[in-house]
């Protein structure tokens, strides 16, 4: 069995631990992005899919490590989005599953965008629709959750 790795960065609150090929970010804030109640979210993803136009998507936002964007410097490494621009399964991008402190269990579900910024201190953001399976009246206003994150294949990509 392989001894457990965590990987911190000094300006998170939150640590990555390496379990097996998976990431797991343990007792992080969740939030949640999109839908009529964020005016700040357009719809559009970084992977290309419309939270506008696919409300009923179950999705999520990682702060993955890529240059130039709030969440450089990010202890996750990006290795591609787990749905391709038309929406269809991506099986080599990042399925994400969410577990809340009750035990409920999401997942996996797709990565899809960017986020939340490193200055947040958020370990991830859920789309409305997958917020609301953990709370019927989640929107992007009032959705924020201690979860654990896993992160299927995760530790595949990271380099050593």
Same mark, same amino acid.
């Given at each position: 069995?392989?001894? %457990?790795?965590?990987?911190?960065?000094?300006? %998170?609150?939150? %640590?990555?631990?390496?379990?097996?090929?998976?990431?797991?970010?343990?007792?992080?804030? =969740?939030?949640?992005?999109?839908?009529?109640?964020?005016?700040?979210?357009?719809?559009?993803? /970084?992977?290309?899919? /419309?939270?506008?136009? &696919?409300?009923?998507? $179950?999705?999520?936002? $990682?702060?993955?490590?890529?240059?130039? #964007?709030?969440?450089?410097? #990010?202890?996750?490494? @990006?290795?591609?989005?787990? =749905?391709?621009?038309?929406? /269809?399964?991506?099986?080599?991008?990042?399925? =994400?599953?969410?577990?809340?402190?009750?035990?409920?269990? $999401?997942?996996?579900?797709?990565?899809?965008?960017?986020?939340?910024?490193?200055? +947040?201190? &958020?370990?991830? !953001?859920?789309?409305?629709?997958?917020?609301?399976?953990? !709370? +019927?009246?989640?929107?992007?206003?009032? @959705?924020?959750?201690?979860? +654990?994150?896993?992160? &299927?294949?995760?530790?595949?990509? $990271?380099? %050593?």
């Amino acid at each position: 069995m392989q001894p %457990v790795r965590f990987i911190k960065n000094p300006w %998170v609150p939150w %640590v990555v631990e390496v379990n097996g090929d998976d990431l797991l970010i343990r007792c992080a804030i =969740v939030t949640c992005f999109g839908g009529a109640n964020d005016p700040q979210d357009d719809g559009d993803t /970084s992977s290309g899919v /419309s939270t506008k136009k &696919h409300p009923e998507l $179950l999705g999520c936002a $990682l702060p993955f490590n890529i240059h130039g #964007s709030a969440c450089e410097g #990010s202890p996750l490494p @990006f290795f591609g989005w787990g =749905v391709h621009r038309d929406g /269809s399964h991506n099986d080599d991008g990042a399925q =994400v599953s969410f577990e809340d402190e009750n035990g409920k269990v $999401l997942g996996p579900i797709p990565a899809i965008d960017l986020g939340p910024g490193l200055h +947040t201190g &958020h370990a991830g !953001d859920l789309t409305e629709a997958a917020a609301k399976v953990f !709370d +019927t009246n989640a929107t992007a206003r009032d @959705f924020e959750r201690k979860m +654990t994150i896993r992160i &299927h294949g995760g530790a595949k990509h $990271l380099k %050593v």
